[in-house]
Structures are given as C-alpha cells and as structure tokens.
C-alpha cells in the first residue's frame, strides 16, 4: 500500500526562523515521485517541487531546499528565514506506478504552517 | 493558456439538489482527474480519466458520476447532493497521468451541501 504520512499537523514560527516541515512515505514501488504543494489561504494548490526516486540530491531554491533520503522513506522540506507570505498549507504527495498508471496522487494530510510577524 | 479553470468557484446546494461542477483545461492533456479536499485528510481521488470516452474510479467515487466527452472537458456530477459532500474539489490534468508527468491543478470549487 502506498501512504504518505505529515505528522505536524500545525506548526507556528516567528519571522524570519528556519522551520522544517516532514514527510515519511511508504512505497513498494521502485519508481516513483514525490512532490510538494502549497496551498495558501487564497486556496489554490501551487506546484513547488517534484523528485523522481533515482535522484536523492538535495534541492535548494532560494529560501526553499528539500531533502531525500530513501533510507527513511523521508522528503522533509526546509524554510530558511520564513516570512508572513509562507503561511500556507504544504502537502507532501506520492505518485507511482502502483498506482496503475491512474496518476493517483497520495496526499498527505498537510501541514498548517504560520509565520508571526 | 488559461490552464485548468473551474466553475464555478463557491456552491451552496440543499440536500438531494443535483449540480455540475465544470472542469476544462486547454493544455491538449490525456489525463484528468477530480479530488476532494477535506480537513486533516488531505487530497483524495474521486474519478479520473485517460482519455475522452475512459473513465475510472478513484479513492472516493460514491456519489459522484463523471463522463469525458470531449479531450478539454472533465465535468463532476452530484446526482444527489449529500451533506458529506461538503468540501472543496480540485480538477487537475496531466499529459498521460504518467509518473513523470506533472499535474496541473484547477481553483478548487468550495461546496456547502445544507
């Protein structure tokens, strides 16, 4: 069974504090992706980042960076100096071919993060 | 492109009301699909399709009934509306519905069923 667990259900930092947001999934799958997705008060689901299983390079773009470790089954995600304008939900998902080529996309339960200002 | 849009954006039906959510995407992708948000639970998979003329269930299809006529259209049909299918739907389309292919996602639309 393919599963992806977000055990913070809220967290709230100060401006401008490093916060880390994890992720453990499970997976029989050899191949697969994981993403995360922020979804800010306005609702919408933006698209941050997708990794394939055969990359566990960490990946940093500017504040954001992620880290893979297929050891754990872990894709934690990392918020260098956070600012009001992150205040957002964060799923982690999981996609793969278990999924029977339906692109089923395993969500996570989310994460409620909130920056004080 | 407008991507994937949705209608409309906030509903409010009375129990056994029947309604349409549209989904449309101008992106020319094979793959389309509807999720229901719901608090602490996440996304969940209610039908997709990999095609105009395929559908398939999902994680939570009961109540919900879908046809893909059309390439660009995805509509989500609530024969009977229920007060548990209060929650916010997503549309999202992807080329093939592949791993490698990433999904785009609609506006959502906020339903309240009373």
């Known amino acids: 069974a393919q599963k992806v667990t977000q055990a913070q259900t809220e967290i709230s930092v100060v401006e401008k504090e490093d916060v880390t947001l994890d992720c453990v999934y499970e997976?029989?799958?050899?191949?697969?992706?994981l993403f995360w997705y922020k979804q800010p008060p306005s609702g919408e689901l933006v698209f941050l980042i997708r990794r394939n299983s055969f990359d566990e390079q960490n990946e940093i773009s500017g504040r954001y960076s992620w880290n893979f470790q297929k050891s754990t089954s872990s894709f934690n995600f990392t918020i260098t100096a956070s600012q009001v304008v992150d205040s957002a939900v964060y799923f982690c998902?999981?996609?793969?071919?278990?999924?029977?080529?339906?692109?089923?996309?395993?969500f996570g339960q989310g994460t409620t993060l909130q920056v004080k200002p | 492109n407008a991507g994937v849009t949705q209608t409309p954006k906030f509903q409010v039906l009375k129990t056994g009301q029947s309604m349409t959510l549209q989904c449309a995407q101008d992106?020319?992708?094979?793959?389309m699909s509807w999720y229901r948000q719901d608090p602490g639970m996440g996304l969940r998979l209610i039908h997709y399709?990999?095609?105009?003329?395929?559908?398939d269930q999902g994680e939570v299809p009961n109540g919900y009934n879908v046809s893909r006529s059309t390439t660009e259209d995805f509509p989500l049909r609530l024969l009977s509306a229920a007060p548990s299918q209060t929650s916010v739907y997503f549309c999202?389309?992807?080329?093939?519905?592949?791993?490698?292919?990433?999904?785009?996602f609609g506006p959502g639309t906020r339903l309240t069923v009373l």
């Open positions: 992106m020319n992708h094979e793959y």
């Open positions: 999202a389309s992807s080329f093939s519905g592949r791993t490698r292919d990433e999904q785009f």
């Open positions: 997976t029989r799958d050899t191949t697969y992706y």
């Open positions: 399709s990999v095609g105009a003329g395929i559908t």
């Open positions: 998902a999981l996609l793969g071919p278990g999924s029977s080529n339906t692109g089923k996309l395993i």
